[in-house]
C-alpha cells in the first residue's frame, strides 16, 4: 500500500489517555502524519487503549478486532498502545497476531522513533528507549475542539488503593515542573483555548515526588493570571490532600473554577479501611461540609462503588442516606469488578455482579431524582456558558456548558433554543427549563 501518511486514531478510556493519544499524534505530525477521519484511507491505525476495567478491556479488544479487519483490507499497519498492553502484553500478542505493534505506556512521543523500522519495511524496533513522561518540548496535536484541552499535571500514582491497578500500570507518580505547566498553559491560552481542564490521576497529591510536599495550591496561584484561559477546571482531588489552603485557593480565584471532582468511593468505615481509602466516614463528613463552607456554590462530583467486598444492604443503605444528605450536584456510580492482582480481588465476603449491579442503577435512580430536584434552582437563572457548537440532539439546538459542568457530557449539557453562537463563545444564557441532567437556555443580554 502506497504511503499516505495518514493516521487514523482511535482514543479510549479517560482524558490522561486523551492528552496521551495528541502527545502520539504531535510525535507523528513530526515526521509528516496527518490524522484522518476514515479509517480505510489510513496507513497507520493507531489504538490508545483502557485497562482499567474489564469492561473497557473488552471495549479495547473489540476495537482491535474491528481495525484488524480494515488492516485486512487496506494494509494499514495495526499498532496498540496503552493500558491495555500494560496490563497482558505477552496474551495479547499470542492471541492477537494481527498486531504489528505494541506500545506501552510511558513512551508515546517516541511512537514515531518506534515506528520507523515498520514504516521503512524492516523488523525490529529500538527496545531501549526509556520511560517518558511529559516535558516541556512536547509537541501535541490537539484532537478535539480548539476551545477546550487537557493538561496533564502529572503521570502514574502512588496511592494503595485496594481495588486499582493504575499504580502497576501506570507507575508511581510523577509530576511536571511547575514552570513547564505554566508555559504550556500560557501556550494554550494563547493559541484560543478557553478552558484549561488540570488532569491527574492525584492532583492533590501534585508535586510531592518533585518538591518534597503537595505543591496544587501554588500550581493553581501561579496559573491565576491573565496568561491563563479564563476557565481552568482540575479533576480527580483525593479526599486527604483536599486541604483548606487548596479550598481558600479556588475560592480567591476568578479563574479557577468552583468545581470539585471528589472521588470518595464509599462511606462505611470498615469498607474503607479494606479499600485502603485512608480516611474514615466522620472525616469525610467534615470535609464534604468544608468544602461548601468555603467554596460558596461550589459544584460537587463524586464517585462511589457499590458492591465492594463485605458491603452488606446496611452499607448500601447508609450510603444512599449520604448521597441524600450530601447533595453531590453529579455523580458517578460503578459496580465493583474483582480486578486480578489488586487486594480486593482476594478479600473474602464477595458481593455477587448482580447484586452489585442492581445497587448501582438503585443509586442512579436515586441522584437522578435529585439532579431533577435541584436543577430547579437554575430556572431563571443567568449563566456564562461555554459555547460547543450544534447539538447533536438537533441542528436547532446549540450546546454549551456552565461552569459546573465537566467536558465531554459527563455532567450534562445546556442546550440553547434561542439567540446565535459561535463554537468557543464565553456567554450568558437565561434557563428557561430543567431536566434530569441538563438544562435549556436562551441567549442572555451579554452587556
Known amino acids: ?53 474489564l469492561s473497557s478491556r473488552q471495549e ?23 493500558c491495555l498492553v500494560e496490563h497482558n502484553e505477552a496474551e495479547l500478542k499470542e492471541a492477537l497476531p494481527e498486531v504489528d505493534e505494541w506500545v506501552g505506556v510511558g513512551r508515546y512521543s517516541k511512537l514515531a522513533a518506534i515506528l520507523e523500522p515498520r514504516l521503512k519495511g524492516k523488523k525490529g524496533r529500538d527496545k531501549a ?10 509537541a501535541r496535536l490537539l484532537s478535539g475542539k480548539g476551545y477546550a484541552a487537557y493538561v496533564k499535571i502529572a503521570e502514574g500514582c502512588s496511592m494503595d488503593c485496594a481495588f486499582c491497578k493504575i499504580p502497576q500500570i501506570r507507575g508511581r507518580q510523577i509530576s511536571r515542573p511547575m514552570e513547564e505547566i505554566r508555559d504550556e498553559v500560557a501556550r494554550l491560552a494563547a493559541s484560543g483555548v478557553k478552558e484549561v481542564t488540570m488532569i491527574a490521576q492525584n492532583l492533590s497529591a501534585y508535586g510531592s515526588d518533585l518538591y518534597g510536599r503537595g505543591k496544587l495550591p501554588e500550581l493553581l496561584k501561579m496559573l491565576d493570571n491573565s496568561a491563563s484561559p479564563p476557565w481552568l477546571r482540575l479533576l480527580y482531588l483525593y479526599p486527604l490532600g483536599c486541604t483548606v489552603e487548596l479550598l481558600e485557593t479556588i475560592a480567591a480565584s476568578s479563574r479557577i473554577l468552583p468545581y470539585i471532582d471528589l472521588p470518595l468511593q464509599t462511606i462505611s468505615d470498615h469498607l474503607l479501611k479494606d ?19 468555603i467554596i460558596p456554590g461550589v459544584t460537587l462530583r463524586s464517585t462511589f462503588i457499590v458492591g465492594l467486598p463485605g458491603e452488606t444492604e446496611d452499607d448500601f443503605n447508609k450510603l444512599c442516606d449520604f448521597v441524600a444528605e450530601s447533595s453531590f450536584d453529579h455523580l458517578g456510580v460503578f459496580a465493583f469488578s474483582p480486578e486480578e492482582g489488586t487486594l480486593a480481588a482476594t478479600l473474602p465476603n464477595q458481593v455477587p455482579a448482580k447484586v452489585a449491579e442492581k445497587r448501582a442503577k438503585k443509586l442512579m435512580n436515586l441522584q437522578k431524582k435529585l439532579s431533577r430536584q435541584k436543577l430547579k434552582n437554575y430556572l431563571h437563572q443567568k449563566l456564562e456558558v461555554l459555547v460547543e457548537g450544534v447539538s447533536e440532539e438537533s441542528d436547532l439546538l446549540l450546546s454549551a456548558r456552565h461552569k459546573g459542568q465537566a467536558p465531554d457530557g459527563i455532567d450534562g449539557l445546556v442546550y440553547i433554543n434561542e439567540g446565535q453562537a459561535n463554537e468557543g463563545d464565553l456567554l450568558n444564557v437565561e434557563i428557561v427549563k430543567t431536566g434530569d441532567y441538563d438544562l435549556v437556555g436562551r441567549i442572555a443580554d451579554n452587556d
Open 275 to 293: 479499600m485502603r481509602r485512608h480516611i474514615g466516614e466522620k472525616r469525610t463528613r467534615e470535609l464534604v461540609k468544608r468544602i461548601r463552607d
Open 60 to 82: 479495547s479488544i473489540d476495537t482491535i478486532l474491528e481495525l484488524a479487519d480494515i488492516k485486512a483490507e487496506t494494509g494499514a499497519l495495526l499498532v496498540v498502545v496503552g
Open 1 to 53: 500500500m502506497p504511503n499516505k501518511k495518514l493516521v487514523y486514531v482511535v482514543s479510549l478510556g479517560c482524558p490522561k489517555n486523551l492528552v496521551d493519544t495528541e502527545t502520539m499524534l504531535g510525535s507523528l505530525a513530526d515526521v509528516g502524519y496527518k490524522p484522518t477521519s476514515e479509517p480505510k484511507e489510513a496507513d497507520i491505525l493507531l489504538i490508545n487503549t483502557c485497562g482499567f476495567l
Open 129 to 138: 528507549l526509556p520511560y517518558y513522561a511529559i516535558g516541556p518540548d512536547e
